[in-house]
């Protein structure tokens, strides 16, 4: 080790003795900064991650590696020093690890030197260390390849100049033989091993944060090949071509094939092991979760989960395929057998192909592919089919993938999310197969389901309400094998185990009123006890055998939780505008509209849309969400009530404004809106103020500037401060709910305050879930028009009064009814009214303590409109808007497994909102501390060199000595 030590530090030496060593830091940290803040415009992105650093540096290594490597052997041949290097009693093998430690060190420190970046990063955003960790162990293992590589060919010329243009034509086509511009023009099969092969595909797979045995051995093959055949060109350079050592020379060089067949053979069986890997990122992204595991581990049935992928494919998709394989594959071994996995190519099997398309609709897109003197279009399949039972799910690439445009128009294609969307696919084909025997057969022990009724003062329209559910319940029973156990309870009776306190007491079960301002009272309730869980059902609908037969199914399915849950959705009717139609002019595409967020719920729940303009929720739903609420009846008011009182989760987003196009102006105004659910949400204890927050920490909104340019008109699309649209970060979010776990930001666009009354939430689990910055303040004004040429800061006046405003709450518990007291609402009558509203067993006028109520003040957060807008300036920053509300769905229903799986996601962790001289700011500091570090390492070597002694042949090793002999190059 001293000898290897020894020739290290003579390298070094040599490389700081000249400008080489300072050359090659510098002109690194010059591209790493430029690549990063320019070429793809690091703050323009606005995303917390080191992607711009890492992606060019695989390039920048070939070049600059090479350049570091070109001198090592050749000059020695020049300067005569490699003959004395060779005599030394020190083998060869030492000489070569020594040069190739002085590579690798050069190169450590000037990868040290760009860690101002991630501390900038981190001090700037919600920074992830997996991929920062991984990254820069992926470079260190490419530069050490590229070291060893550069030291074999500078080994086998003389020639400075010919070993660096060796090195990088070599090194690049280690990395150019994996990229699309190859791979594009073989086959899968072809495009795969190339990428195998290639340094920059291992080099991304280490990158996401993934430490994979696989490309470890890789890299380490690579060097040990190089290094081992440097050695043997060392000692060829001594070999004689007499026949006295022809044996030798043989042997050596069956050495050296022997070494490259075994690395080539380790690294094939090594290729099909998938799990020997450690999951660096902080949400560990690319580790099977436990909710995923238990839900294959609890399969009663096999589960097929087959994948369609073209051979001949997208260049951007192709090299995504073996990554979804090697994660399916680990479906397929968490699941212990229940899974059948299929990987098919349809245009190798025509009977499945015909299956794909006529059963479950799956049909090849149609790709452009450019190569390179002409244009094609390939229809590839690039899907995933799961099927369980008679229930199926289809996933295709643009449920599976997300793309980043960046500056130079390249386009980076990668997996959103692949174990949430699997999980979710799986988990909807299943609990959607799963029926009500199903659940009984699960249960540890038999349910028990009581009716409480109380027929003397039950009221005459409901008499044969009562043997409805008797004969339900007990028809339930016989069929449940002895899994359900049916009885019922008269409260009233003298010999009753369950008298009326006692339901209010353990149960919190109150009476209806038999007549508004009468004191007779009755009971038409049924209670359902499993294990420890209770859940009063209330009979609803029309009170029909099939209304009842569905109410207790589905209170049983909610004691489960492998069933699909059911999300009932209202959206307001946009009405045309009535001013337009008057004066004869097309009408426009409604400003609003809410159909992403269809989609987006649709992903993991059965959505229902819904209108109750009859006075009631549906029966079967899980969860109510209302977007926007405006021109509301009471009948809809009502339902949306009782909903609530009977224990049910109601999930509201909107405020006292809706925004909408001008089609006078041509731009947006803000109207006040009539008949919403303000009033209500108040009786509620939770407060929607008719005011909108403006916040300095806002999304911009995009803007189209025309400008000429050589007589030539030119659009550009620029950015410009819309305090409107209130970006709430990490600092303005509790941590203390799971609905925000996780969650990255989110901006909520036209966003009234929403506070809790604390007198009226006494007793309650009351949460306020966001608010807006420190700096933020109110604006009534209807007036959304930004001014800039008045307000050149944010477009508008700025408050004067500043304080953080709460944006969105969440309570859990009992509240007392809005409409307790009064008559129930009744329909409009006249042509064209609303139906009559059906039966009903009475008011409900105070909820359980299991009742749940989440309040967003902003309903155009969700707005299509609104989406599309984001997408211009970034393309996936509304997912958070989606998420936030998916997570209240999750948590509205107590599903927070697939919550805990999307959080783990790949949702953009967003930086700070910087001013310009901020930006400015950050960029020169870095530029500064790359330029302080330069001078400092000159420095400090200069001043080391100058109190060492030179390095001389001084018994079995190199050696500082008092005498003037060295081996240091002129």
Do not use: C
């Not at 003959?83 to 690890?97: A, D, G, K, R």
């Amino acid at each position: 080790m001293k000898q290897i030590l020894a020739i290290t530090r003579k390298e070094l030496n040599s490389y700081f003795g000249s400008p080489m060593a300072l050359i090659f830091i510098g002109v690194f940290l010059a591209a790493s900064l430029f690549t990063f803040f320019w070429v793809d415009t690091f703050f323009a992105r606005g995303i917390a991650d080191l992607r711009p650093l890492f992606r060019w540096m695989p390039l920048l290594l070939v070049f600059l590696v090479s350049a570091l490597t070109m001198r090592q052997w050749s000059e020695e041949t020049q300067s005569g020093t490699l003959e004395i290097l060779l005599t030394l009693p020190v083998p060869y093998w030492q000489l070569v690890v020594g040069k190739f430690l002085a590579v690798m060190a050069l190169v450590a420190l000037a990868l040290a030197l760009t860690f101002s970046l991630p501390v900038t990063v981190a001090m700037l955003g919600d920074l992830d260390w997996g991929p920062v960790i991984g990254g820069y162990l992926a470079a260190l293992l490419m530069a050490a390849a590229y070291a060893a590589l550069g030291l074999f060919v500078s080994s086998r010329t003389g020639n400075d100049l010919v070993a660096l243009i060796v090195s990088v034509v070599a090194g690049s086509i280690l990395y150019l033989i994996g990229t699309r511009g190859v791979t594009e023009f073989t086959g899968e099969t072809t495009g795969s091993i190339l990428r195998a092969l290639s340094t920059g595909s291992r080099f991304e797979s280490i990158q996401r944060g993934v430490i994979d045995l696989r490309d470890l051995v890789y890299y380490l093959s690579l060097t040990l090949l190089f290094l081992a055949l440097n050695v043997l060109s060392l000692d060829a350079k001594r070999w004689s071509h007499s026949l006295n050592t022809a044996a030798y020379r043989r042997n050596a060089l069956m050495a050296a094939s022997l070494l490259g067949i075994n690395l080539l053979l380790l690294n094939s069986w090594l290729y099909p092991l998938t799990r020997a890997r450690v999951d660096l990122t902080q949400q560990h992204e690319y580790t099977l979760s436990d909710t995923t595991r238990q839900l294959l581990q609890n399969l009663q049935e096999p589960l097929l989960i087959r994948a369609y992928f073209s051979e001949r494919t997208h260049p951007l998709l192709a090299p995504l395929a073996p990554r979804i394989i090697d994660t399916l594959r680990e479906y397929e071994i968490a699941a212990n057998g229940k899974i059948n996995l299929e990987i098919v190519d349809p245009a190798q099997n025509p009977e499945l192909e015909a299956e794909a398309n006529q059963t479950y609709g799956i049909r090849p897109t149609p790709f452009q592919v450019a190569g390179r003197y002409e244009a094609s279009v390939v229809n590839a399949y690039f899907d995933i089919l799961v099927r369980y039972g008679d229930q199926n799910e289809v996933l295709n690439f643009r449920d599976l993938i997300e793309v980043e445009a960046f500056r130079d128009g390249q386009v980076d294609v990668r997996l959103r999310n692949l174990e949430y969307d699997l999980t979710r696919a799986i988990k909807k084909t299943v609990y959607g197969f799963q029926n009500l025997d199903s659940v009984l057969a699960a249960l540890p022990e038999p349910a028990k389901l009581t009716l409480f009724v109380t027929p003397d003062t039950l009221p005459a329209d409901l008499q044969t309400a009562a043997d409805t559910v008797q004969k339900v319940a007990g028809e339930i029973q016989s069929s449940s094998n002895g899994k359900l156990v049916f009885e019922v309870v008269n409260p009233d009776a003298p010999d009753a185990a369950v008298n009326r306190q006692a339901l209010l007491d353990n149960y919190g079960i109150q009476p209806f009123a038999a007549t508004l301002f009468g004191d007779t009272t009755y009971f038409l309730h049924m209670l359902l006890q499993v294990g420890d869980q209770t859940q009063v059902i209330y009979p609803g609908g029309d009170l029909t055998e099939a209304d009842i037969r569905q109410g207790i199914e589905t209170a049983l399915k909610r004691t489960s939780s492998g069933f699909l849950q059911v999300v009932g959705l209202w959206r307001p009717t946009i009405q045309p505008d009535p001013m337009m139609a008057q004066f004869g002019q097309m009408q426009q595409p409604p400003f609003s509209t809410w159909d992403t967020l269809f989609q987006s719920l649709s992903q993991e729940y059965e959505v229902r849309p819904v209108d109750l303009t009859n006075g009631q929720v549906p029966p079967g739903i899980d969860v109510l969400v209302v977007v926007a609420p405006q021109g509301m009846s009471d009948l809809q008011r009502y339902a949306i009530d009782q909903f609530l009182m009977r224990g049910g989760a109601v999930v509201v987003a909107g405020s006292d404004f809706r925004v909408t196009a001008d089609p006078m102006s041509g731009g947006l105004t803000l109207v006040p809106i009539e008949d919403g659910l303000t009033e209500m949400l108040g009786h509620y204890g939770v407060t929607v103020e008719p005011t909108l927050v403006m916040d300095p920490q806002n999304e911009p909104f995009p803007v189209t500037i025309s400008r000429q340019v050589n007589g030539f008109p030119v659009q550009e699309l620029q950015s410009i401060n819309y305090p409107y649209f209130v970006d709430v970060r990490a600092d303005g979010m509790t941590q203390d709910s799971p609905i925000i776990a996780n969650l990255p930001a989110v901006t909520l666009n036209w966003v009234s305050p929403v506070r809790l009354d604390e007198a009226k939430n006494a007793g309650r689990t009351a949460t306020t879930l966001l608010h807006s910055s420190a700096q933020s303040w109110l604006r009534d004004d209807t007036n959304i028009q930004p001014d800039p040429a008045t307000y050149p800061e944010f477009g508008f006046p700025p408050g004067d009064q500043r304080a953080a405003q709460p944006l969105a709450v969440s309570v859990i518990g009992e509240f007392d009814s809005f409409f307790a007291g009064k008559e129930v609402p009744q329909p409009a009558t006249g042509e064209g009214s609303a139906p009559a509203p059906a039966p009903t067993t009475g008011t409900v006028e105070r909820s359980p303590a299991t009742a749940r109520l989440v309040v967003i003040g902003s309903g155009d957060f969700l707005n299509d409109t609104v989406f599309s807008i984001s997408s211009q300036l970034s393309v996936d920053r509304y997912l958070n808007s989606l998420q936030l509300l998916q997570n209240s769905v999750d948590w509205s229903v107590e599903d927070l497994d697939l919550l805990g799986i999307r959080a783990r996601g790949s949702y953009a962790r967003l930086l700070s909102p910087l001013t310009e001289s901020e930006q400015s700011f950050w960029e020169f500091a870095n530029y500064g501390f790359a330029l302080l570090a330069l001078v400092a390492i000159g420095v400090w070597w200069a001043t080391r060199r100058r109190s060492e002694k030179p390095m001389q042949l001084s018994g079995h090793a190199l050696e500082p000595a008092d005498a003037e002999v060295s081996l240091e190059r002129p």
